[in-house]
C-alpha cells in the first residue's frame, strides 16, 4: 500500500503542520506531566484565584520551571522535526511556521500566568534553539531518506 500526499504544496505545508503541532503538543504534554508527578502541588492551582496563582508559583522551585522550559524546548524540537520532514522541499517554511505558532501560544500562555521573569525570558529564549535543532533534524532526516531511495 503506497500512503503518499497530494502532489499540492499547500496542502503537504499543512498537513505537515498539524502533523508537527500535535507531535510536538504530546511532547510537550509528556514531559510536563512527568513535572507535574515530580511538583504535585503545582497541579493543584485555582487557575481563578491569582494571590493563589501567584503565591504558588513564585514560591515554586526553580528546577519546576526547568521541566516546563525542556518541555517547550523538546516539543519544538520534535514539532519541527516532524514538520520538516512532511513538509520536505518546503520543510523550513514549515518549520518557521510551527515555530511562530509555538511563540504565539508560549506568549499567550505566559501573558495569562504570572511567572518569574527569567523563567519567561530562558522559556521564550528557548524556542528559538528548540526549533533551530529540530529543522536541523529534519534536513538531516531527509538527506539520509534521499540517499537510501
Not at 501567584?54 to 524546548?73: D, G, M, N, T
Not at 523538546?74 to 511556521?97: D, E, R
Not at 529543522?135 to 540517499?147: I, Y
Request: proline residues 5%; hydrophobic residues 55%.
Amino acid at each position: 500500500m503506497d500512503v503518499s500526499l497530494p502532489d499540492s504544496p499547500h496542502f503537504r505545508n499543512l498537513v505537515a503542520i498539524v502533523f508537527g503541532l500535535t507531535a510536538g503538543a504530546i511532547v510537550v504534554g509528556s514531559v510536563e506531566a512527568v513535572g507535574h508527578e515530580l511538583y504535585p502541588a503545582l497541579t493543584e492551582l485555582d487557575f481563578d484565584d491569582e494571590t493563589q496563582m501567584e503565591q504558588v508559583l513564585f514560591e515554586a522551585p526553580a528546577s519546576a520551571f526547568l521541566w516546563v522550559i525542556a518541555a517547550w524546548a523538546l516539543g519544538i524540537c520534535s514539532g519541527c522535526l516532524v514538520a520538516g520532514v512532511i513538509g520536505a522541499s518546503q520543510g523550513t517554511f514549515c518549520c518557521v511556521v510551527l515555530g511562530a505558532i509555538f511563540v504565539f501560544m508560549a506568549v499567550t500562555m505566559l501573558s495569562e500566568i504570572p511567572a518569574p521573569r527569567w523563567f519567561v525570558f530562558f522559556g521564550l529564549l528557548t524556542l528559538v534553539p528548540g526549533g533551530i535543532a529540530g529543522w536541523w533534524l529534519s534536513q538531516k532526516t531527509l538527506d539520509r531518506l534521499r540517499r537510501a531511495g
